[in-house]
């Protein structure tokens, strides 16, 4: 595989650029001009080994090369140089919205540019895009609210309008945009938020509050309650809840005797890293009551 490299050499102390600098890379080398600019083209970025190795191992075959500098007595290296295949007409899009920061039953308007950058020479020349954009509205759980088609102007301009409804989901909401024709697409997001005060509060607690250590083979137990109350009053009733236990584990130090530390502790030469030889997993258990 072939590509074109561009290298700019300036001076570490001033950040002049740097005359007559050799620069290599693979079997190419070149000399930069006064800017301390050199462009390298048609080099080999992998010996034909090397790639069959590649293939063989069906691994990235993303490539790279290392970058030599010399300059009378001063050499300058850089490693893992690499070369990705350019996309010679590409589609670049620009999408923005009115506000940003949307309530719900509010209006949201979103506007964007499309531009087709063609390769014209060593030139990429942005010309207006033409067709029909598919774009389909999410809220921020990603269920989908709307889904239509615009039209682009001669302008490659487009500009669409929708409204979020009263129970939308609050968050981050997206639309995609997308152009069938030229396999192009982009993502917009906006916010929605809303101020919307709570009916109830949900508290517990677990009996005894005091810890307990104990050996496995004792048994002990816990109790553990949760209350629901409505902020108009009352109680909360029949109201599912789910419960998750997990057991983990930990350790205990006696008060002002740091020098003693009870359970599977790390040893000393772990305390600044992560030790998961100490940690027991244990399965966790879900209780589905009323």
Known sequence: ????????????MTGAPINQATVSISNKQKETNQQGLCTIEQYNTENDERREVQKKRKVNNREHGILVVAKDDDLCMSVNIYTDASVLNAYVWHVFNDRGLYKPKEDVHIKGYVRLLKVKGEAKLPTYARGTIDYTIYDPRGQQLQQSKVELNIYGAFDIKFTLPDNVNLG?????????????????????????????EVSSMVRPTIARYCHPIVDEYVIATCQGKLFAGGYLNDANIQWTVQAGTTTFTPPKRSDYIFGRAQPFFCWFGNNNQTEISYPEKYFQVK
């Not at 561009?6 to 570490?12: F, G, K, Q, R, S």
């Open 172 to 200: 981050n909401g997206y639309v995609t945009f997308s152009l069938p024709d030229s396999q192009s697409s982009t993502t917009h997001y906006f916010k929605v938020q809303e101020f919307r005060k709570p009916e109830y």
């Open 1 to 12: 595989m072939s590509g074109m490299l561009t290298a700019w050499v300036t001076e570490l």
